[in-house]
């Protein structure tokens, strides 16, 4: 069966690249929010097997969404996605509970390497 995946990005055009590389291997984009609150309610409501999460995103950033998913449900897969530069938050997402991340701009082979390695 194929793994429901959630996109968070507050840019649209960055989560239409990731849904074509997911579609295209087999993956099922359940749903996508464009910022931290969406990302929150979208996976209360889907419960996918996977949410793909931007750092920097308006309302409410990638890193303060990671930690109410995981507060709400400590087995919630979520790989993070940061621009160059972020170190510092990429630490403080692995920290939170992240279970990988992916440096944009994106390479669709180790976007697919980080799903894999988290949801098979």
Known sequence: MAKNILVCDDAAFMRMMIKD?????GYNVAGEAENGLKAVEKY???????????????????????????AGDPSAMVIMCSAMGQQAMVIESIQAGAKDFIVKPFQADRVLEAVKKVVG
């Open 21 to 25: 590389i997911l579609t295209k291997n």
């Open 44 to 70: 209360n409501e889907l419960k996918p097997d996977l949410v793909l999460m931007d750092i920097t995103m308006p309302e409410m950033d990638g890193i303060q969404a990671l930690k109410k998913i995981k």
